[in-house]
Nanobody
Framework: HVQLAESGGGLVQSGGSLRLFCVAS????????MGWYRQAPGKQRELVAV???????NYADFVKGRFTISRDTAEKTVYLQMNSLRPEDTAVYYC?????????????WGQGTQVTVSS
């Protein structure tokens, strides 16, 4: 079955950088949009960035100019380069992808990776 696996989270000081990775595995015919969401304690999950199969990107206002989303379509991988991190970026970051499998396409989520930014 299809799975998304994230990695790259951790603890970093304010102003630092992290790079998140997410790879899709399983019987996959194609991957449409891929994206990153985050959820801080006590808050709703929110969109961080999304990238289409054609490479078009869209960012939440609070990360514009600091985060960059990219993908390797052949490797079914999406990345999130996070620079100039702030304590308010602390959250669990989730990978999301619209994946075509046998006879259908569905929305898939990873298990999440913790990002903690200390002040």
């Amino acid at each position: 079955h299809v799975q998304l696996a994230e990695s790259g989270g951790g603890l970093v000081q304010s102003g630092g950088s992290l790079r998140l990775f997410c790879v899709a595995s399983g019987i996959i015919f194609g991957v449409n949009a891929m994206g990153w969401y985050r959820q801080a304690p006590g808050k709703q999950r929110e969109l961080v960035a999304v990238i289409s199969s054609g490479g078009n990107t869209n960012y939440a206002d609070f990360v514009k100019g600091r985060f960059t989303i990219s993908r390797d379509t052949a490797e079914k991988t999406v990345y999130l380069q996070m620079n100039s991190l702030r304590p308010e970026d602390t959250a669990v970051y989730y990978c999301n992808a619209d994946i075509r499998t046998i006879g259908s396409h569905n929305d898939y989520w990873g298990q999440g990776t913790q990002v903690t930014v200390s002040s």
